[in-house]
């Protein structure tokens, strides 16, 4: 969609955007339920100290915003940026 301003993408364009943002929602509530449950439990501090949760979230953020710049490219970044950023998610989402 972000590259192709004739508007001649298909309806899979769209469809594939609503997969990726309600996957990202759903990871991102699945560690929000983890933060209340170690507050319930008072072990909170055992959460921030765990790289593998900085990490989820770091993927979370990037899905999420790089997700938005496909749908809408008015944010000032361009499409070289777009794609290496887009890359390194990628990259991000396999490790």
């Known amino acids: 969609m972000r590259f192709d301003k004739d508007g ?4 899979d364009s769209e469809v594939a955007l609503f997969i990726l943002f309600c996957g990202a929602g759903y990871f991102f509530m699945r560690e929000f339920v983890q933060v209340i449950s170690l507050m319930s439990l008072g072990s909170l501090s ?9 990490l989820d979230m770091g993927v979370i953020i990037l ?3 790089f997700g938005v710049l496909m749908v809408d490219d008015s944010w000032g970044l361009d499409n070289t940026s777009f794609r290496s950023g887009a890359a390194f998610t990628k990259g991000t989402l396999t490790s």
């Open 8 to 11: 001649g993408y298909t309806d």
């Open 46 to 54: 055992k959460w921030w100290v765990d790289p593998a949760n900085w």
């Open 63 to 65: 899905v999420s915003y």
